[in-house]
């Protein structure tokens, strides 16, 4: 997987699909017009690469403040998809752990919650992640 130990650009937000049972983790995010649109839709832990970092140092560092967990393996890594904002891309990575996940940002996002790994909610962020989720896992 040596695309973690690629720099990544301000374009490039890694995203971290944790499986526990069949599940999979995702967040209701509610966005403001001063960082996207009004819109609230379930996502993934990630985010954007701060200049300098490398993809597998800022998917560290967002689940760290996303879900406060700092233990995890990346197991295998799903893909590139085109983000919910124009020129966004989306590196994707299976991974696993064994701790539980925290609400750390409660004015970004209200809960995490386990979905069936084929029954993510309709209102997810990246299409396109959803979709290959929905087929692949």
Known sequence: MNILAQKGTE??????????????LSGLRHYTP???????????????CDAG?????????EVAEEINITDFQ???YLGTFPGAKEGDLVPAFLCTTM???????????????????KKL????INPHVRSYLLEKV
């Open 11 to 24: 374009k490039t937000c890694p995203t971290a699909v944790f499986l526990k049972e069949g599940k999979v």
């Open 34 to 48: 001063d960082k996207w649109k009004a819109i609230s839709v379930w996502t993934f832990p990630g985010g954007r």
């Open 53 to 61: 970092e490398t993809i597998e140092q800022t998917l560290r560092r």
């Open 74 to 76: 990346i197991t295998k």
């Open 99 to 117: 701790q539980s996940p925290k609400l750390m940002e409660p004015e970004k996002f209200s809960e995490w919650k386990w979905f069936p790994a």
């Open 121 to 124: 909610p309709e209102n997810f």
